[in-house]
């Protein structure tokens, strides 16, 4: 059983916890981490998208390069580094990640005939990269494939809904804002 810490509105542990089903049956606020790859090539900036596995909600659909709930206990970053260990294989340090915002998900739905209410606290980051698609290490219960893309062609795509994605603008938007702030150290 997955344990989440429960957040006030500024996400914060309250000191009570949760089970993962319990927070979204009964819209109960927890914590998620989320992070983006971007890398420069061709002058341009790119960003990794995740496509979901079929047995995942969003089957098929581009996403987040690595996202995932924070188990009760621990903290932003250090989850934020654990779920892109898990999910793509990649090793980087709390340190390397920088900070884009903080936004909160409230969204219901039905998922597999049950109820689902998603009432989630979210601090997102991204991360430089100078990495291949085969340099990844895939987790296919969770991912099905990678893609870089163009960023400012992902953000029409998105808004557009050119393709299959369940990316949030606004969130993608902050991740563009923030890229650039943050030089590359890496330039192709």
């Not at 936004?103 to 689902?116: E, T």
Request: proline share 3%; with cysteine.
């Amino acid at each position: 059983m997955e344990l989440l810490d429960v957040v006030n509105e500024s996400g914060e542990p309250t000191g009570e916890t949760v089970d993962r089903e319990t927070a979204h049956a009964e819209g109960i606020r927890h914590r998620t981490s989320h992070l983006w790859l971007l890398r420069k090539n061709e002058g341009n900036t790119e960003i990794l998208l995740q496509k979901r596995a079929q047995t995942k909600s969003f089957p098929g659909c581009y996403d987040i390069s690595s996202a995932g709930h924070i188990p009760a206990g621990d903290d932003y970053r250090e989850s934020a580094v654990r779920e892109l260990k898990e999910e793509l294989g990649v090793t980087a340090g709390q340190s390397d990640l920088i900070f884009c915002g903080d936004k909160y998900i409230i969204w219901d739905d039905v998922f597999f005939g049950k109820p689902y209410h998603d009432r989630q606290y979210t601090r997102v980051f991204m991360l430089w990269t100078d990495a291949d698609e085969d340099a990844f290490t895939l987790q296919e219960e969770e991912v099905d494939s990678i893609l870089w893309m163009d960023l400012e062609s992902c953000i029409n795509g998105v808004k557009e809904n050119s393709f299959p994605n369940c990316i949030d603008i606004e969130e993608l938007m902050m991740v563009r804002r923030t890229a650039a702030e943050y030089r590359a150290p890496f330039v192709r």
